[in-house]
């Protein structure tokens, strides 16, 4: 593996950092956190026409770049340290993968050009009331009857549920438990019976939303490799999610650090700068320790993902948790450096630790990978 990345690879950093200081800006992604849709959809079109990075990491052969996760991993750091306000994690990360995990390649043929070319919007409809990401919490239920499937069920926290065009939902066989049972069935968003509530959530940059299904019917086509036991490819798709979460998180830990040792630098108390004080620069240093294994953890496991190494979900299931936590440390830190003024509206910092701990609970809290992690080591059994 490569420690460093590669000429295109930081080209595409640098490319994608100039474009979001622009396109993201905080005056940029306050309009869009207040709008109807939680983004702008000419800043959505400019992301997958004119950069392309919604065809990053899906291959040639259904109208993509055929890049690797790694080149992903760095455009998403990117996109975390600017809180970018669009469907992309929902539509590529969730959605993407799950289509090139679990469907058949006619499937992919039929998906993956719209969303490779940011036409089509997509979503995974997974957790539901208990808000848990385990075989076992997927309660929605699906029969067949002639010729279609007709699915029940009320799904929960779905990102970017509002406004998918695409809802990629997990429902189970009648009287199937466990990993048995469970299929992943395309459903149009205008299908009947399929109702969407947008959630007030407290992180605005990434709205999420309750998706009911009564008795929506779709075709035979709709299951997604004609295969009822897809679990493990939803477990795929969700330790490929976790490692992107990840280096989002890695990005606005960074971002947070960068503006509390700016705030440091100008803020004068006692004659003397803040950052002159012991206290202060030992947050900043703990700060920056965090920023870094954060960084090393998601880079790693980006390149396992890259290679498709045996070991993903255990080190998807470690970036994920250290992640987590160090956003969230991160963010909480800075806004003690800024004291009073770190959550008033005027500063940043308060819109990175609402998304820290939206971050942080999403594709499950960093006790519960931890727990992943010790069951992949064998030192854990599953608990109920």
């Known amino acids: 593996m490569r420690f460093s990345f590669t000429e295109d690879q930081e080209a595409l950093r640098e490319s994608a950092r100039s474009f979001l200081d622009d396109q993201s800006s905080s005056e940029k992604v306050r309009t869009s956190m207040e709008s109807d849709l939680g983004y702008d959809e000419a800043l959505w079109r400019r992301i997958a026409q004119e950069m392309g990075w919604t065809a990053v990491t899906i291959p040639e052969e259904y109208g993509g770049l055929g890049l690797g996760y790694v080149e992903l991993i760095a455009l998403l750091e990117e996109m975390g340290a600017h809180l970018l306000c669009a469907p992309f994690f929902s539509t590529i990360c969730l959605g993407a993968n799950a289509i090139l995990e679990a469907g058949s390649d006619e499937q992919k043929q039929e998906y993956l050009p719209a969303i490779a070319a940011g036409e089509t919007r997509v979503t995974l409809a997974l957790t539901e009331a208990d808000g848990t990401w385990e075989a076992d919490a997927v309660k929605a239920t699906v029969r067949s009857d002639g010729g279609e499937f007709v699915i029940e069920g009320e ?28 299929g992943l069935y395309a459903v149009p968003a205008n299908s009947a019976g399929l109702n969407r509530t947008p959630l007030p959530t407290m992180d605005r940059t990434r709205r999420q939303a309750n998706v009911k299904l009564d008795q929506v019917r779709v075709p035979k086509g709709a299951l997604l490799g004609g295969n009822d036991s897809a679990w493990p490819a939803i477990a795929k798709t969700l330790s490929l999610a976790a490692i992107a979460l990840s280096a989002e998180q890695a990005g606005g830990a960074n971002r947070c650090l960068d503006m509390a040792v700016q705030y440091a630098k100008e803020r004068v108390q006692f004659g003397r700068q803040i950052g002159s004080f012991q206290s202060i620069k030992h947050k900043c240093a703990d700060m920056l320790l965090q920023v870094e294994s954060a960084r090393s953890a998601s880079y790693y496991a980006g390149w396992a993902a890259s290679v498709d190494d045996p070991e993903l979900p255990v080190l998807a299931s470690l970036a994920k948790s250290y992640c987590s936590d160090a956003y969230f440390q991160c963010a909480a830190e800075s806004i003690q450096i800024h004291g009073g003024v770190g959550f008033t509206w005027e500063y940043d910092v308060h819109l990175h630790f609402k998304r820290a701990k939206s971050s942080e609970i999403l594709l499950g809290s960093p006790a519960y990978h931890r727990e992943l992690v010790a069951r992949g080591i064998g030192l ?5």
């Not at 926290?157 to 469970?182: C, F, K, M, T």
């Open 155 to 182: 799904k929960h926290y779905v990102p970017d549920g509002h406004a998918a065009d695409l809802v990629l939902v997990a429902a189970r066989q009648p009287d199937s438990v466990g990993e048995s049972g469970i």
């Open 380 to 384: 854990g059994a599953k608990h109920g």
